[in-house]
C-alpha cells in the first residue's frame, strides 16, 4: 500500500540550484564551442602539430554536438527557473492562508 507524503512549501525540489548548474553547464559548453570555431579560424588548414588536432577537431562534427547540448541544457535551465518561480509563488501564498488562519483563531 503506498503512503501518502506531505511535501513543504518551503522545498521546491532544489530547483533553484539545478536551474544555475545546467544554465552554468550550457555557458560552458557555448564558450567551448565557441572557443573551438574561433580558434580553427585563427589557425588555418595549414598549421602542424597540436594546432592542427586543434583545427581538425573543429572541422568534425563533435563542435556542432556541443552546441546542441548546449542549447538542451539552457532550455532545461529555462524550464527549472520557471518551476522554481513557480514554487516560490505557492511558498507565499501558503504562508499567507496559515497567517490568515492563525489570526482568525485567536478571534
Do not use: W
Not at 512549501?9 to 553547464?25: A, M
Not at 573551438?36 to 588536432?53: H, N, P, R, V, Y
Amino acid at each position: 500500500m503506498l503512503k501518502k507524503r506531505y511535501f513543504s512549501t518551503q522545498d521546491d525540489f532544489k530547483t533553484g540550484f539545478f536551474c544555475k548548474f545546467t544554465l552554468f553547464l550550457g555557458l560552458v559548453l557555448l564558450l567551448f564551442f565557441i572557443f573551438s570555431k574561433i580558434s580553427a579560424l585563427i589557425i588555418g588548414e595549414s598549421s602542424s602539430g597540436f594546432t592542427k588536432q586543434i583545427y581538425d577537431f573543429s572541422q568534425t562534427t563533435y563542435p556542432n554536438s556541443i552546441l546542441a547540448l548546449s542549447f538542451i541544457l539552457f532550455a532545461i535551465g529555462v524550464i527549472l527557473y520557471f518551476f522554481h518561480c513557480q514554487f516560490a509563488k505557492l511558498a507565499r501564498i501558503a504562508d499567507e492562508i496559515e497567517k490568515s488562519e492563525n489570526l482568525e483563531d485567536f478571534d
